[in-house]
């Protein structure tokens, strides 16, 4: 019993393990600074976005270190954004596998999330250096960033999971997301400050700040950067409403996963 | 019922199979079918129909039938790649099978890559693939071509690593759909000698194949199928003449 569960739970590990090293290698095949990439595209694509918000606009110029903050948050949300967009076409891509080997098949959609935390740990020194450079002062509260970072995670794979098995069937899904990021997107508050929508209508904030993707990276940067932002916590102290986000997060993961569970032995004839 | 423990038991097993299974892939058709409420039972056919069979440790077990006879749908339930509509599969011991070789090679990986990510399909870490390398590049004779992209052998060499690399799969139970069906005199030989080893081995093997002359040389026992049933099953020999006949009809 216990040498079967150790074979199988070790089949999974050295699997999950090539599939990660595979992905990272075939992302930056035939590019000539290769794997610099993956520190240089955060980098510039920070820089871009610093200048045109921060330096030009102004937006969150009120809010000590908001260009740091604007970047965790854009950080955080290509997290999120990685883990359900590469996940959700894990089962599909992969169907030649499948159709040919049998093999736990949410290795797949996990090394997917795996390599999008590869990305994030990288993307995470960037901010560092940002961070530095804008003379954020070191505080315990930063200790809390890799939790919140867990809770998108579960947020994503559970998220991930659901969409993979349904995106079997119905392809219609990958255009679905699309449109429906773009809205939490915006909803997240992530190029602006939360802030700014308290001052338009207290109760808008609260609704957005109910949506865990919001929460986490609000969160984030509360006890990370700068305790003006707004967060979940700073506009109610209502518990219920306080506690939806963490609600929603478990439920959308125990769904996904057996949802994902239920389907995946019909994968290999369905994809 | 005997307390026999059988490598492979399939019982009563039927697959059932819908026509336009591949047309349904968006929302819209989901939709529009709910509507129709059009009788399922007319887009569909049984592949597998009620297939029954015991397969012993150390069998050579043949299965032979047609194309479209249902042996691929059978395979793929045995390793439990498909799930049957009804009835059960069971096998004792691990269980590997090769519906196809090199299933999972990358392209554009090396040759190197390849062998440790097939290598971790098949089970390997990457110690063990470590220990094993440079038996695996010899035995596939590529020792020159390990550092190119996958994409520029020849499917000689790709079938090569391979099945260099299969043959490595440490299982009870193997199963090999006509994977063997390709490839050179060189590499038919080399075929050869793998079955004989795991006919001395006492291995249980499950055979696809359309070589009536590898049924004569390796099966003890075999079945035929037409049309989703078992119409022969017993010695190899006779299941060779009996799939031989399904030519001659008309």
Redesign the interface.
């Known amino acids: 019993m216990w040498t079967k569960l150790y074979r199988k739970y ?2 999974s590990l ?2 999950l ?3 990660v ?2 992905d990272f ?2 992302r930056y ?1 035939n590019s000539v600074l290769g794997y610099l990439w993956a520190l240089l595209r955060p980098l510039f694509l920070f820089a871009i976005l610093y200048i045109f918000f921060v330096e030009i606009l102004h937006i969150g110029k009120e809010i000590p270190h908001w260009g740091v903050a604007l970047l965790l948050g854009v950080v955080m949300w290509n997290f999120f954004q990685e883990v359900v967009g590469q996940g959700l076409k894990a089962i599909t891509s992969s169907s ?8 736990p098949k949410y290795i797949i959609v996990i090394s997917k999330s795996l390599s999008a935390i590869i990305n994030l740990a990288i993307n995470m020194i960037v901010v560092g250096i940002f961070a530095i450079i804008s003379q954020v002062e070191l505080s315990w509260g930063m200790l809390l960033i890799p939790l919140f970072v867990l809770q998108l995670y579960i947020l994503g794979t559970g998220m991930a999971f659901l969409l993979a098995a349904v995106n079997v ?4 899904v990958g255009y679905i997301w699309e449109v429906v990021s773009q809205a939490l997107f915006y909803g997240s508050a992530i190029m602006f400050p939360l802030n700014r929508v308290v001052e338009v209508s207290h109760d808008i904030a609260v609704i957005l700040a109910m949506n865990p993707i919001a929460q986490t990276i609000q969160d984030a940067r509360y006890y990370g950067i700068s305790d003006e932002i707004v967060t979940t916590q700073t506009l109610t102290e209502n518990t219920l409403i306080l506690l939806i986000p963490f609600i929603i997060t478990i439920v959308v993961f125990v769904v996904g996963a057996i949802y994902f569970r239920r389907r995946s ?2 994968f ?3 994809v | 019922m005997s307390d026999k423990k059988y490598a492979v038991e399939v019982h009563n097993v039927k697959k059932r ?1 819908s026509y336009s ?1 591949h047309k ?5 058709r ?1 939709i529009t079918q709910v509507f129709k409420k059009k009788d399922r039972s007319k887009d569909t056919f049984y592949a597998l129909d009620g297939i029954s069979f015991n397969v012993e440790q150390g069998d050579f077990f043949g299965i032979l039938g047609r194309n479209g006879s249902g042996k691929s749908t059978l395979l ?1 339930i045995i ?5 049957p509509t009804s009835g059960h599969v069971k096998h004792r011991g691990k269980l590997v ?1 090769f ?2 070789l090199g ?2 090679f ?1 392209p ?2 090396t040759g190197r ?1 390849n062998v ?2 097939n ?3 098949l ?4 110690k063990e693939i470590d220990a094993m390398y440079d038996d695996i590049v010899l035995f596939a004779e590529l020792e020159k071509f390990m550092d190119q992209s996958l994409k520029n052998y020849s499917s000689g060499m790709k079938v090569r690593l391979a099945f260099s690399l299969a043959i490595r799969a440490k299982a009870d139970i193997l199963i090999l759909d006509e994977v063997l069906a390709v490839g050179d005199a060189a590499f038919r030989k080399k075929c050869n000698d793998y079955f004989e080893t795991l006919k001395d081995d006492k291995k249980t093997v499950i055979l696809v194949t359309h070589s009536m002359a590898d049924v004569h040389k390796y099966c003890n026992k075999a079945i035929v199928i037409e049309k989703g049933k078992i119409i022969y099953e017993g010695a190899a020999d006779g299941a060779a003449d009996v799939y031989k006949s399904l030519f001659e009809k008309k």
């Open positions: 070790r089949y050295i699997l393990r090539e599939l090293i595979t290698k075939l095949q030649g596998l499948i159709r040919k080997i049998n093999f069937k119905y392809r219609d032995p019909y290999a004839e369905e | 199979f299974r349904n892939n968006s929302l819209k989901a793929k390793s439990e790649i498909y799930q099978s519906i196809e299933v999972g990358q554009e990986l890559e440790y990510l290598g971790a399909l089970g390997f870490s990457r």
